[in-house]
Nanobody, 127 residues
Framework: QVQVVESGGGLVQPGGSLRLSCAAN????????IAWFRQAPGKEREGVSC????????IYADSVKGRFTISRDDVNNTVYLQMNKLKFEDTAVYYC????????????????????WGQGIQVTVSS
């Protein structure tokens, strides 16, 4: 049985840091890609970053480049999102999702190709 489980959210002040974790349990594909999405109140969900587990190649949304870093533990199928220099506008529910074929993590993060989703985790940036 496959399962995607996020952890690590919370409340942080502007300029602070948080690290999110995503455990993708039960996935055996050699082409697996794992992505982070976020949805702020009243806004559409957006792709934040993704990583292809076999190669380690990554993609970032322009809004987080230079501040967020995605990394992987390919032995345990776990992905991390290190978020630094957090801004008010980073406040959102963050979701982790998997794309077993990996096509959703090439030139951009293609949300429609991610079929397994976690429950979401709140990140709040507030003073």
């Amino acid at each position: 049985q496959v399962q995607v489980v996020e952890s690590g959210g919370g409340l942080v002040q502007p300029g602070g840091s948080l690290r999110l974790s995503c455990a993708a349990n039960g996935f055996t594909s050699d082409y697996l890609a794992i992505a982070w999405f976020r949805q702020a109140p009243g806004k559409e969900r957006e792709g934040v970053s993704c990583i292809r587990m076999s190669s380690g190649s990554t993609i970032y949304a322009d809004s987080v480049k230079g501040r967020f870093t995605i990394s992987r533990d390919d032995v345990n199928n776990t992905v991390y999102l290190q978020m630094n220099k957090l801004k008010f506008e980073d406040t959102a529910v963050y979701y982790c999702a998997t794309d077993p074929l990996g096509y959703g993590c090439y030139a951009t993060v293609i949300e429609s190709l991610y079929h397994y989703w976690g429950q979401g985790i709140q990140v709040t940036v507030s003073s």
